[in-house]
């Protein structure tokens, strides 16, 4: 049975999409969140289609917790465009006040983590991967754990150092400082999942990244409150305002999202389960 919030997720994202051509106030501006809403409800609705469970019908509470802890998240990284200024944002005045914006921030940042697991369960729903395996074990020692987050920290600094030039490390900082965090403390990590063999959620995860990527700047293209790029050196052939090469950067993040969340959920929580199973 098809779930009754999936009907209403599908026709959000149509109104949406008529709307970026319509212009009804007060839709056109607080299109972000409103769309992505639509599309978790309506990917979550396929997912419980599928597999007779979903994250929105089986674990709401988790998926409430995901909500609270992906509006925070991106802040960090609003933290960092700072002093690299790769992204700016446009088209707010609609918003009327630094509260509003605040507030429209918090709830398009909302969707992020929702919207990056429920598409990793869609995907994992068709065994697009589940036969992807390793052909062998790597032994995980703890220099390489070391090592990995070493680097994590230096691709944390080096962009505040030398921005124009070391920019990209941003995604990938926090990945290599927090995996091996969630693994040593067991919890659900990337290197888990390499040494366990089992290639199906980071290869969901990389192509859920690419998928959102994609969605995140086709829907910005056509906004009114939008946002756009000041990337040094790779600026060239746009596909909607994203440089081609920076889409690359969504594979890493993906991995860098899949970690922060762990983490972040680890700390109120004494033993985590697997959210995908």
């Given at each position: 049975?098809?779930?009754?919030?999936?009907?209403?997720?599908?026709?959000?994202?149509?109104?949406?999409?008529?709307?970026?051509?319509?212009?009804?106030?007060?839709?056109?501006?607080?299109?972000?969140?409103?769309?992505?809403?639509?599309?978790?409800?309506?990917?979550?609705?396929?997912?419980?289609?599928?597999?007779?469970?979903?994250?929105?019908?089986?674990?709401?509470?988790?998926?409430?917790?995901?909500?609270?802890?992906?509006?925070?998240?991106?802040?960090?990284?609003?933290?960092?465009?700072?002093?690299?200024?790769?992204?700016s944002?446009?088209?707010?005045?609609?918003?009327?006040?630094?509260?509003?914006?605040?507030?429209?921030?918090?709830?398009?940042?909302?969707?992020?983590?929702?919207?990056?697991?429920?598409t990793?369960?869609?995907i994992?729903?068709?065994?697009?991967?589940?036969?992807?395996?390793?052909?062998?074990?790597?032994?995980?020692?703890?220099?390489?754990?070391?090592?990995?987050?070493?680097?994590?920290v230096?691709?944390?600094?080096?962009?505040?150092?030398?921005?124009?030039?070391?920019?990209?490390?941003?995604?990938?900082?926090?990945?290599?400082?927090?995996?091996?965090?969630?693994?040593?403390?067991?919890?659900?990590?990337?290197?888990?999942?390499?040494?366990?063999?089992?290639?199906?959620?980071?290869?969901?995860?990389?192509?859920?990244?690419?998928?959102?990527?994609?969605?995140?700047?086709?829907?910005?293209?056509?906004?009114?409150?939008?946002?756009?790029?000041?990337?040094?050196?790779?600026?060239?052939?746009?596909?909607?305002?994203?440089?081609?090469?920076?889409?690359?950067?969504?594979?890493?993040?993906?991995?860098e999202?899949?970690?922060?969340?762990?983490?972040?959920?680890?700390?109120?929580?004494?033993?985590?389960?697997l959210?995908?199973?």
């Open positions: 049975m098809f779930k009754w919030y999936g009907f209403l997720g599908i026709l959000t994202v149509i109104f949406i999409e008529a709307n970026f051509f319509l212009k009804i106030q007060p839709f056109a501006d607080w299109y972000f969140p409103i769309v992505w809403f639509g599309y978790i409800l309506t990917i979550d609705a396929i997912v419980h289609k599928l597999r007779g469970k979903s994250l929105i019908s089986d674990r709401f509470w988790q998926f409430l917790g995901m909500i609270i802890i992906s509006a925070l998240l991106w802040w960090i990284f609003e933290f960092l465009n700072l002093p690299l200024q790769n992204w944002y446009q088209g707010l005045e609609g918003l009327k006040s630094n509260s509003i914006v605040t507030l429209f921030g918090l709830l398009s940042f909302a969707t992020v983590l929702p919207a990056l697991f429920e990793v369960e869609l994992r729903s068709i065994h697009l991967f589940e036969s992807k395996r390793l052909k062998r074990s790597h032994k995980i020692t703890k220099r390489f754990l070391y090592t990995m987050i070493s680097l994590g230096i691709c944390f600094l080096t962009p505040l150092i030398l921005p124009a030039f070391t920019f990209p490390l941003v995604w990938l900082s926090f990945f290599f400082i927090i995996d091996p965090i969630n693994y040593l403390h067991k919890q659900p990590s990337i290197i888990g999942h390499l040494k366990d063999k089992r290639l199906a959620i980071p290869l969901s995860l990389l192509l859920a990244g690419i998928i959102l990527g994609f969605l995140w700047e086709f829907w910005n293209y056509w906004a009114i409150p939008k946002w756009t790029y000041n990337i040094p050196f790779v600026g060239f052939f746009k596909i909607f305002e994203m440089p081609i090469l920076g889409y690359l950067g969504y594979f890493p993040f993906s991995f999202l899949y970690a922060m969340y762990w983490f972040v959920r680890s700390l109120f929580l004494k033993k985590e389960k959210l995908i199973r």
